[in-house]
């Protein structure tokens, strides 16, 4: 039998992984696989840096297995793997952390505490559990050089990547522009979705939902839907953020979706009215037993309020329907205010009707430019456009908007008698921190969309390949720019890339996914 490998008697994987790990100590094998490959061809490995302000998982034990059986089996092929370590010093969970310790916000960098001095303590609390991530290195028989390892906060990183920015807005690569994005008031910061899905970020609360109903306008495009009524015809929209209804601009419906004209009352104020919503929501509001009471007999106090059924329509004949303004406090500079598409519209929940307000979610954004309605935004003294809402989750004064803008129907004190057909109460689920806003921010992007095809055809050098494993890798490349779920970079063939050079690509092309 081989003696190459020892034989156990007992298979206790316990002590086997002490008496391999000590081996290795003892006869530095790690280095000596590095060492004694010298000269040989270069398998490059940057470790995807973990935070070392955060303590290390079950799930960084599952992933750094997985990385170190490539490293490892490179290495059997007489590959010079010298495999990188580094700390990935990202902000903000670190100035949180910091903020927290210090009792300040970030109103006070500047004032009650020098910028050199507020740096220096989120230096000193990012590297705060490095001692716990070398144990579990250690522990788990992980081969990664932490010699040497990069550090994102080292100003070459910083300044490499402000040199690749600056390269890029040479080229006219960097553009800027608005996009739909949670913002806490409190970090001062936009939130990425990680950082507002991590465990324990959401609550349940009980809040107040608002049934909105959006008069429709009579003209050519509606007049089918006028006929057999002899009242206003409203359109029935549900939502959970109430404070967005001054910003709609438009409704979207289900295309599929079936959608009646019901003849009732309102509920509050008592007046006839003709009511759109989903056909298999309509019990929700409107009891069956309802459906035979005479109009006559209603007593005008919100019970038992009668209706008929008077038509059925498709979502695709509602398409186009004009309606007044909800709230008209501000007038948007554009199209705005018709019935439109959305293929995120169900019957789940709500009347089946979604009111779309741009400045404020991501799928009103999307469908609203989709359709060519534009966001109701403000001008401010400075010529600034603003949604409605500030940062803060408050409301722009009057006195804060442009001069030369004509405020005379800016009466936010007065709200239309007919704006609500009803309230409900719901629970559901928020982020932990109150404050924290959906809001349309704006950014500066990467744009890539130019450079696909050339960048499939070419490696960093400018040589074009056919069927080899650049061309593999830059075919990886392709799918990495349209799914978020890469978070690290695996370069076969960048053998001869600085180290601060590879970590302000891997920065700039994980920015790239999520600009796209």
């Known amino acids: 039998m081989s003696k190459k490998f020892r034989e156990y008697k007992e298979f206790d994987l316990s002590k086997i992984n002490q008496d391999i790990l000590k081996y290795w100590e003892e006869n530095d094998t790690f280095h000596q696989s590095i060492s004694t490959r010298a000269g040989r061809p270069t398998f490059v490995f940057y470790e995807g840096p973990p935070s070392a302000n955060g303590l290390p998982g079950i799930h960084h034990v599952v992933s750094r297995a997985i990385k170190d059986i490539f490293c490892r089996y490179k290495t059997q092929q007489g590959f010079l793997v010298k495999r990188k370590a580094g700390w990935d010093t990202h902000g903000l969970p670190v100035e949180l952390a910091v903020e927290k310790m210090l009792g300040i916000t970030k109103e006070n960098i500047g004032k009650t505490i020098s910028v050199a001095d507020y740096n220096a303590a989120c230096r000193k609390e990012v590297m705060k559990y490095t001692d ?136 509050y104020t008592s007046a006839p009215s003709t009511v759109i919503l989903a056909k298999e929501l309509l019990k929700n509001y409107f009891p069956e037993k309802n459906g035979e009471l005479p109009f006559d007999d209603y007593k005008g106090d919100g019970k038992n309020i009668p209706f008929r059924v008077l038509a059925e329509y498709s979502g695709q004949e509602l398409l186009g329907v004009g309606y007044e303004q909800l709230i008209p406090w501000v007038k948007p500079s554009g199209d705005a205010f018709r019935v439109i598409g959305g293929d995120f519209v169900t019957t789940e929940d709500g009347t089946g009707i979604v009111h779309i307000a741009p400045t404020f979610g991501a799928d009103d954004d999307r469908v609203a430019k989709q359709n060519g309605i534009v966001p109701l935004m403000l001008l401010d003294k400075e010529g600034l456009q603003h949604p409605m809402v500030d940062r803060q989750g408050r409301f722009f004064r009057i006195e804060d908007l442009a001069a030369d803008r004509d405020r005379s129907h800016l009466r936010p004190d007065r709200l239309p008698e007919d704006a609500v057909y009803c309230l409900h109460h719901i629970y559901y689920s928020v982020p932990d921190d109150s404050n924290v806003q959906i809001l349309l921010l704006c950014f500066f992007y990467l744009s890539v969309a130019g450079y696909r095809f050339c960048t499939l055809q070419t490696d960093y050098r400018g040589h074009r390949h056919k069927d080899d494993r650049r061309t593999n890798f830059l075919h990886w490349f392709w799918h990495f720019l349209h799914d978020d779920k890469y978070r690290w970079i695996y370069w076969p063939f960048c053998d001869r890339v600085r180290p601060e050079i590879f970590m302000g690509l891997r920065i700039l092309f994980i920015c790239g996914c999520y600009c796209l």
């Open 132 to 267: 716990k991530w070398e144990e579990l290195t250690h522990q788990m028989g992980y081969w990664v050089n932490m010699d040497d390892p990069y550090i994102t906060y080292d100003s070459r990183y910083i300044e490499t990547l402000w040199w690749l920015l600056k390269d890029l807005y040479k080229k006219n690569l960097l553009y800027k522009g608005y996009s739909i994005q949670p913002y806490s008031p409190a970090a001062g910061t936009g939130l990425s979705s990680h950082e507002l899905n991590q465990p324990g970020c959401y609550r349940d609360v009980k809040d107040t939902t608002c049934i909105a109903q959006f008069k429709v306008i009579n003209n050519e495009k509606s007049k089918s839907l006028f006929a057999d009524i002899d009242s206003d015809l409203f359109i029935l929209a549900w939502t959970t953020t109430p404070w967005t209804l001054p910003s709609n601009t438009a409704l979207a419906v289900g295309g599929h979706i079936r959608y009646v004209k019901v003849k009732t009352f309102n509920p």
